[in-house]
């Protein structure tokens, strides 16, 4: 029970998140966010009302040029992410954000 209560309120290091990384196309600063895959996405449903997986669109906004950047990402019935596009933006990964957030005074 306590495992439980612990991951409703997100003190669990189990709980289902995705880390997203991304770099603005303008500038390039770097941004993450943390996308909850239970409480964040929004169901998809099939032409006979079943589940058929997940979706969310998230908006990034960098503090550079705050340009805002759009990202759609796609997931199955387990939530595993299975399809990803993004306007303004890449999306990169997470060594790659660590190593552009460790020189960000400089131009990256």
């Not at 895959?37 to 669109?57: A, F, Q, T």
């Amino acid at each position: 029970m306590l495992q439980w209560l612990q991951w409703l309120f997100g003190q669990s290091d189990t709980a289902p998140v995705l880390l997203l990384h991304v770099r603005c196309a303008r500038c390039g600063a770097v941004v993450q966010t943390r996308i909850h895959l239970y409480n964040d996405v929004s169901v998809e449903y099939d032409e006979r009302e079943e589940v058929k997986g997940y979706w969310i669109r998230k908006e990034l906004m960098d503090d550079r040029c705050f340009r805002l950047m759009t990202a759609e990402l796609r997931f199955d019935r387990q939530r595993r992410l299975i399809g990803q596009e993004i306007s303004g933006g890449e999306i990169i990964t997470a060594a790659e954000y660590e190593a552009a957030w460790a020189n960000r005074g400089t131009t990256v």
